[in-house]
């Protein structure tokens, strides 16, 4: 699937681009910063211009968490009602839409780019959690314009290795990931005691 | 005594998770650290994905010399994927990505007749 993505990504350029990043902002798992890593190098080679490429990419992405916001908010609820039980009550629930309000800003922000698997999951709960979509659109469109500047500039600078840089940014993610997942877990290790 | 039973289980669970995402962490950023340390001199490898003008540019070479090497006529605007002139030419993926790499490797060699990537004809 990856081969077909880049290489249509690669044949077509930026319409290709809008596409591709609005179905993983929705949560089909594409290796979003590969992706854009390529889009650099493509600019690099004067396929794609880059200002354009940009542009495409952030506004992609946010038309596609829109979608998912937008089943979080209006067609989550009567699912999550439904199955309270199984997320930990209906006290629990109340519980995450908090937090989801509380943090929900900077959350939005790195869920973009940094820790970029938990964007789609992000977009659900800041749905559930009723967080205003204004706010929720003006983080979420900053985040996204970052993280697409960022790596079609890496792929614009090293855009002759491009696959090193897309797995080292690609390990990094999860690595990240793994370091919040500790830190969580460990946070709930210690309040235990 | 069951609330203890469930109690335990749970602090288990989360110290195993806790190991694990550890794990997890040294895993990804040992490779991104390995992968760092080869990108200066690795030559970036041939996928099936790539067009010829993208070849040639990650391997610092003509597209022109790529285009001839398998026998496609020279279009630096001809975006199709190596597996798409595959299909289109009835070759294996495999064979194209060979005389390709082959192809780089001529362009290279010192006493090589073809135009340098950037340079003018000899």
């Known amino acids: 699937m990856l081969d077909q993505v880049l290489a249509t990504l690669t044949r077509y350029g930026s319409p290709a681009l809008f596409g591709i ?52 908010r209006w067609g989550g609820k009567a699912l999550v009602a439904k ?19 509380r943090w929900g800003g900077a959350g939005i922000f790195f869920s973009r780019w940094l820790v970029s698997p938990l964007g789609p999951f992000i977009n659900l709960t800041s749905g559930l959690a009723d967080y205003s979509w204004l706010r929720f659109t003006l983080w979420d469109f900053l985040g996204e314009s970052f993280g697409a500047a960022l790596f079609i500039w890496l792929g614009f600078l090293f855009s002759d290795r491009v696959q090193e840089i897309g797995a080292i940014f690609g390990d990094l993610t999860w690595a990240i990931l793994g370091v919040l997942a500790a830190a969580f877990l460990g946070w709930k290790l210690f309040v235990r005691r | 005594m069951r609330k203890t ?40 490898p041939i996928q099936s994905w790539m067009s010829v003008p993208f070849v040639a540019h990650t391997h610092h070479t003509r597209s022109e010399i ?54 003018k004809a000899p």
């Open chain 1, 21 to 72: 990043v609005a179905i993983a902002a929705i949560g089909v798992p594409v290796p979003i910063t590969l992706l854009l890593i390529v889009t650099g190098s493509l600019s690099a080679q004067g396929s794609i211009n880059v200002w354009m490429a940009i542009a495409m990419a952030s506004v992609g992405s946010v038309a596609g968490d829109q979608i998912g916001y937008a089943v979080g």
């Open chain 2, 5 to 44: 039973a469930t109690t335990n289980l749970r602090t288990l669970l989360l110290v195993l998770g806790f190991f694990l995402a550890i794990a997890f962490t040294f895993f990804f950023g040992y490779r991104a650290g390995r992968t760092a340390r080869h990108v200066s001199w690795q030559n970036e």
């Open chain 2, 66 to 119: 790529l285009f001839k090497a398998i026998g496609v006529p020279p279009n630096p605007r001809d975006r199709r994927s190596i597996r798409d002139i595959a299909r289109e030419e009835k070759l294996p993926v495999a064979e194209l990505i060979r005389t390709l790499r082959n192809a780089i490797t001529d362009a290279k060699r010192p006493d090589s007749e073809t135009v340098p990537p950037s340079g």
């Open chain 1, 83 to 101: 199955f309270h039980w199984m997320l930990g009550g209906a006290k629990r629930i109340k519980e995450l839409e908090a937090k989801a309000k």
